[in-house]
Every structure is written in C-alpha cells, then in structure tokens.
C-alpha cells in the first residue's frame, strides 16, 4: 500500500507508514498517511518567501491565466481522480458535485479574474472622494496582496472541490496556501495536488500540502496571514481560540455544521406540481454524497396537515434508492466517509429519535449491493416526523452528517420562519411557494439567519441548480452556527485574501498608486493616439486633444440612419422645439465619438 506524502518546500515529504485509511466500500486499506515529522516554521516561510515572491510576479490576469491551465490539465486526467474518490464512497453522480464541481470553480474564478480585476496587484475600490474644496486633496480605498499565507484546513466530505473553492481565490489573491485535508478522504486530495503540481501552471511555493497533524504550525503564524476552517463547529471553537490566533487578530473563516431546512409553503398542496418538486428536492439532498454536504436539508418543514402526505411521498421515493457499491450498476447512494462517521450517524439518529418518530429506515433488513460491502460504511435512508414540535424537537440542534432528516409540521408560515431560526443560523433554506406574496414576505425574514435563500417554483425548477449546491458566483456561508463566515461570492472571495487600505493624497498621488485616471492630476500630453499604440505603452495620465469639429444635420440624420435610433430629439425639429434644449440635438454616442478622435 502507498504511503501519502506531504508536499512541503517544494519537496514530497514522507516514508514512514502511519494510520491506514481504509475504503469506504469495503474496508480495505487504501493508503497509510505518514508518520514523518513535518517542519511548520520551515512550511511557512517557505511559503510566505519562495510562493509569495513567485505570485507577487505575476499579477492579476496572470495568475487567471495560471488557474484556467491548472483546471484544463485536471480536466484531462479526471478518471485518475473519479476512480479514488470511489474508495470514499461516492458515486459518479457525487463525483460530480466534488471532482468537476471542483474544476469548474477553478475555470469559473479564472473568467472572473481576466473579467473583472485589473493588469498589475492592486484593486482600486472606488469612488474618489474629494477631501479638500480645490480638489488638491482626495482620498479612495485599494485592496493589495496580504504578503502571509493562508492555511486552510478542510473536511473529509469534498476532498477535491473543499480544497479547490478555497484555493481559487487565494491564488488570484497572489497569496500562498498551505492546505490541509482531512485525514479520512486525504489520498483524494494528494491525488489533486499531484496533478496540479505536473500541470507546471503552479508557481514553487504557491501551494503546499500537510498529511496528518497541524502540529504546532499555528504557532508560526503571523498578522499577515489567513485561517480558513470547514468542519464542526466544535472544532472551529477551538481553533478560532487558538492563544497565537487571538493574540495576533489573525483572521479566522469559518465554515461548520449546518442544520439546513426545506420549507413547503401552506399555499403547496398535493395537486400542484411544486409539491412534487420539493419531495424532489428533499430527496435528492437526503441521498446525494450519502447525505454528507454541509448544505444537506436537515429538517423539512411543512403545513401540519400536509406533514402525512410529505412523508408518504418521501417513503415511496426513498425506496426506491439502491445503496452499495458505487461501481455496481443501478447504485444510487454510495457509503458514508468512513466507519467512525457511521457509527455517529446512528448514534446521532437515537439522539433524534427521542423527539421523533421513525418513517424510513431502521427496520433490520439493510443489505448494501455489492461485494464486501459488509465491511463498508454504509447506511440506510432515515425520515424522521417530529409531530409536536413545540413539545421540543431534536432536529433543531443535533445534525445526523448523513441520508437523515426530519419532518417538522408547522401551523402558520409565521411559525415556520420561528421553527427555522431555532437552528441558529443555516447556510441555506428552500422556501417552496407558488405565490410571489408570499416570497416577499417570508425571504427577508429567513435572510437574517441564513447564507442563501433558494426560492423554488415550478418556473425556477426547470433550470434551478439545487439547493446543496454553493456556485462560484454566490456567497457560501452563513451566521451563528454556520460558522459566521463566507466562501466563494465571486469576485468578494478574492478580497478575503487582500488588505483594504485607504489611502489619501493629491489627484496625481492617487492615481500613480490606483494605476487609474483621477479628475485633478497632471497629465502627460501626446500626440499620437491612443488606438494608434501597443498597450503596453500606454501610460496612466497620458491626454490627447482633439481636433475641432463641428456637428452637422447631416452628421446627425446620418449616424440615425445609420444606428437605427430615429428618437425625435434627433430627427423632429417641431417637437424638439418644445424641449429644454430648443432644438434637434446629436446622439450622444455620435459626440463622444468625435470628441475621441475617432473616425464615425
């Protein structure tokens, strides 16, 4: 069996056989993580000095340039990747979500990158501000790189898009990340940084890789650098605690447990078809990555007289769910990540079942499909029904990571947003409605204690990305026991990773540092026009002046005619009489034209 390495220094660090990882499948050991002894301060300032030098030449379109290479060269060796993450029971499905998932967060912040941040490694954050009468004094805001490391420590459940969605924006950042997967689904991700080590898009020192233990590396940590975390809440407690992360305000994001909900609108009956999409909906968020995404609908709320008819619905599509190996054909649901991470499935589930009641599962007659799947770590479907919720309910605090949730009946759309809050901040709710009123009045309410709101109709479902699934594009996070942090966002991920400073000065000032005109500065007078030079020679400042040119009727009638836009301020000499003009005026895109200096 093969023994994972770190990759730590530019060099893949690690021999000696320590704790065997077995599959998930069957039990079979898969690797052995090392039991080499790792140099964290040496990690660092590795990091902070070979990797931050290497990203700081770059700048910002170079470096979307470098991910775009990155996510081509995965791309093409994808299967390598869809064959080991079977091992941690997925399914191709899941694969999906997490192995292409990943990839398209990389292609996704490299399009992001070459559209929306500038040449060089600073980000002007407008606007100018004047701070004096005679415009000699102004003052705006830049974000530039943090010149530290980022550490991000991640969970077992997306060992491949977990590591990548984190990675994204701290490269276009130019920041070095140190990445430390956890330990159960780790060969997964040792894969991937192999893979993206031989792409040679990745600069010496932009990423390293820890296997095992942290060991005392938040002990080396400075101001300058970043700690991201997904995992319990628990855990997150700790660390965000951690003496030296305190001591030093290193920023600590956190993204924990969620107790995710479903909500069924009491407009949503039988009869129309959102009610089916949402059985859909908890169905397929139940089952997809065996229930293990920290986006997972957890509790599903629903009128208290359509509670008997949800849970028939939902015993029927469970049924239907085949579980076992993933290589088996007909296997809808692969095995949880692990055997420990089973055993606190079911534990978890008799927590729950002092407050509810079983409707699936549980009922001793499981067999997984496959060979060996005996020794696997897999487990059921399990629909709980909490009927008196306000008796106390368990699914409000007790998260089973697994194909588990509970069916709480609610009497008034109003008692449903106060049965959601009791999960004390989620990173997302389905709200199911067919009527827009009634989105209107519920969303901004569940806004204050979730991360993203997704609003299903039979419209939104023709084209809807899911509930479970975070996009590049949009905040991922969410308040309280969400962790209270953000991921992803868009272009917002990147900033995570600069330092917003302001700065003040003279219009000239501001613009040398902005690399953006400023109204006030001195300008660089040429001759030769702008679109008559390579842009690399172009400087910031630099103005032309014009010649002088007079607008003719027929220099209006012709660009009308021309651009199709016959408006009668342009063409109704009677009319325009009437306006505060007085007369028939040119086209404004006809006038900054000309005034540009170019041919129209």
Request: proline share 5%; with cysteine; aromatic share 6%.
């Amino acid at each position: 069996m093969s023994v994972l390495k770190s990759f730590i220094a530019g060099q893949w660090v690690g021999d000696t056989a320590a704790k065997a990882l077995p599959s998930a499948i069957n039990g079979q050991t898969v690797a052995h993580t090392h039991d080499d002894t790792l140099d964290f301060k040496k990690t660092v300032e590795y990091g902070r000095t070979v990797g931050g030098k290497n990203l700081m030449a770059m700048d910002f379109q170079e470096r979307a340039l470098a991910l775009k290479a990155m996510a081509q060269y995965l791309q093409e060796h994808k299967k390598e990747l869809y064959a080991l993450s079977m091992h941690t029971g997925s399914t191709k499905g899941d694969n999906g979500i997490d192995i292409d998932g990943g990839f398209g967060t990389l292609f996704s912040y490299a399009s992001m990158g070459r559209r929306e941040l500038p040449s060089g490694n600073v980000v002007h954050e407008g606007p100018i501000t004047p701070l004096g009468k005679n415009n000699h004094f102004a003052g705006t805001h830049i974000l530039v790189p943090r010149g530290g490391v980022a550490v991000h420590i991640d969970a077992y459940n997306f060992p491949v898009w977990g590591m990548l969605e984190k990675f994204a924006p701290t490269f276009l950042a130019g920041m070095p990340s140190i990445v430390k997967p956890a330990t159960s689904t780790c060969y997964v991700t040792e894969l991937a940084v192999r893979l993206m080590q031989e792409s040679g898009a990745l600069p010496e020192g932009s990423l390293q890789l820890i296997i095992g233990s942290t060991g005392d590396l938040f002990e080396h940590l400075e101001e300058q650098d970043v700690v991201t975390f997904t995992g319990s809440a628990t855990t997150a407690r700790k660390l965000r605690n951690h003496p030296n992360i305190i001591n030093r305000s290193i920023p600590f994001n956190a993204e924990a447990d969620s107790l995710n909900s479903a909500i069924l609108a009491p407009d949503v009956t039988p009869e129309h078809e959102e009610f089916d999409i949402f059985v859909k909906e908890v169905g397929r968020e139940m089952t997809a990555k065996a229930g293990q995404k920290c986006t997972a609908i957890r509790r599903v709320l629903v009128p208290r007289n359509q509670a008997d008819a949800v849970c028939d619905k939902l015993k029927e599509r469970l049924s239907k769910i085949t579980v076992g190996d993933p290589s088996v054909e007909g296997v809808r649901m692969g095995a949880l990540a692990s055997i420990d991470q089973m055993e606190d499935v079911k534990a978890n589930i008799q927590e729950l079942l002092k407050t509810s009641e079983l409707v699936v599962g549980g009922e001793g007659n499981f067999k997984p499909t496959g060979e060996g799947t005996e020794n696997g770590a897999f487990i059921e479907p399990h629909l709980l029904l909490c009927r008196n919720p306000e008796n106390g309910c368990g699914a409000h605090d007790i998260e089973a990571f697994g194909p588990v949730a509970t069916v709480v009946p609610y009497d008034t759309i109003e008692d449903a947003v106060d049965l959601c809050s009791k999960g004390r901040g989620s990173l997302v709710t389905t709200l199911t409605t067919r009527d827009p009123a009634i989105a209107g009045k519920v969303a901004p309410l569940l806004a204050a204690f979730h991360g993203r709101l997704h609003l299903l109709d039979a419209e939104a479902a023709k084209e809807s990305t899911g509930h479970g699934s975070p996009l590049p594009m949009l905040k991922h996070g969410g308040p309280g026991r969400a962790g209270g942090g953000e991921e992803l966002g868009g272009i917002r991920a990147v900033h995570h990773y600069l330092q917003r400073t302001a700065i003040q000065g003279s219009p000239s000032m501001l613009a040398a540092v902005t690399r953006e005109y400023v109204r006030g500065a001195d300008v660089i007078e040429t001759e030769v026009h702008p679109f008559r030079r390579h842009f690399e020679d172009l400087q910031i400042n630099e103005s032309l002046l014009t010649h002088r040119r007079t607008v003719t009727e027929a220099d209006i009638v012709n660009f009308g005619c021309l651009s199709g836009d016959h408006f009668y301020m342009h063409f109704d000499e009677l009319a325009a009489r009437e306006s505060q003009f007085g007369k028939r005026i040119a086209h404004g895109y006809f006038v900054l034209s000309a005034a540009a200096g170019l041919f129209v």
